[in-house]
């Protein structure tokens, strides 16, 4: 049976799916291995209308924050029609008006902050709540060259269902027994990151997980030496993904490889594209090398 936040989550999905303000998901998708490795390479129609509805838009400023329009912000006030309703004091849950897969949620400030100014123990809590009432996988894209399409501060969750992005395709990889607040690499990810063992998930008290989640964040940034920096103290571009236990931080250098915008949900194992032929541009690379080449290096052999 849904919950009393997924049931309001699903409705306003069919409400909106019904008078056309959103469109249903139409996707396509092919599993590639790469270096033991599984990834579901995924097209989903709606994000080519996601850049046809960007062509239109104001030509993209040097704002550090990001792309693309800097007039133009989807969440003060939210669509109506995609708003499921308030989470905690600070946050909106809305409908991401471009999905990737059902139920994509975005969950923005209420007041406008710049989406690479450091995640707070606010933003930490609206996805903690999400995460104890359903699982999935919450994530961060930081900065446009981290995939962000809005400068407005926001974090999104996905719910967990197959072929959806997640963290447990890396589980194999990452030592089982260390303590919360541990770190670790990943000897299959060729690039920098950083993973912290932290406690948030279905189930976790919310309160307790956005601590943990903060503190990791914490951690991991200063494993990374992601400083925020300039007047307005802005982090350096970075993604992070958080669920199964685990969080995962890295920074980033650019958004595309080979015209294809990689966000958090690509280390999560799902590359989103486009159009189908950009399935075979990540074939033809292995989507590790397409990985890495938005990343940052990182010679030498992973350590725990």
């Not at 998708?29 to 709606?46: I, K, N, Y």
């Not at 930081?142 to 395709?169: C, D, F, M, T």
């Not at 920096?229 to 350096?236: A, N, V």
Request: glycine residues 10%; hydrophobic residues 45%.
């Amino acid at each position: 049976m849904d919950s009393t936040f997924m049931g309001a989550v699903r409705a306003r999905t069919d409400a909106a799916i019904a008078s056309g303000d959103l469109q249903p998901i139409v996707a396509e998708q092919v599993v590639m291995r790469d270096a033991g490795l599984p990834f579901t390479v995924r097209w989903v129609a709606a994000l080519a209308a996601k850049d046809a509805a960007k062509a239109g838009a104001t030509p993209a400023t040097t704002l550090p924050g990001g792309p693309r329009d800097p007039n133009f912000n989807p969440f003060l006030p939210p669509d109506p029609a995609l708003t499921v309703g308030p989470l905690g004091a600070h946050h909106n849950v809305v409908l991401n008006k471009f999905p990737v897969c059902l139920h994509h949620l975005v969950l923005a400030r209420r007041e406008f902050a710049e989406q690479l100014s450091p995640l707070e123990l606010v933003d930490f809590l609206a996805l903690a709540i999400v995460l104890s009432d359903a699982g999935g996988l919450g994530f961060y894209n930081g900065g446009a060259a981290a995939g962000a399409s809005q400068r407005h501060k926001h974090v999104q969750w996905i719910p967990a269902a197959e072929g959806n992005a997640s963290l447990r395709y890396l589980g194999e990889g990452l030592p089982a027994d260390i303590a919360p607040g541990a770190l670790a690499r990943h000897p299959g990810l060729p690039l920098r990151h950083c993973f912290v063992r932290v406690e948030a998930g279905f189930g976790c008290d919310p309160e307790a997980a956005a601590q943990a989640m903060h503190d990791a964040f914490g951690r991991a940034c200063a494993e990374l030496s992601l400083v925020p920096g300039g007047e307005d103290g802005l982090l350096p571009p970075c993604n992070m993904l958080v669920g199964d236990g685990w969080m995962l931080v890295l920074p980033r250098s650019r958004e595309h490889f080979e015209g294809v915008s990689l966000n958090a949900l690509s280390y999560g194992g799902t590359v989103y594209v486009r159009e189908p032929a950009q399935i075979e541009a990540i074939r033809a690379v292995g989507p590790l090398r397409a990985l890495a080449s938005v990343g940052i290096p990182e010679p030498g052999p992973a350590v725990a």
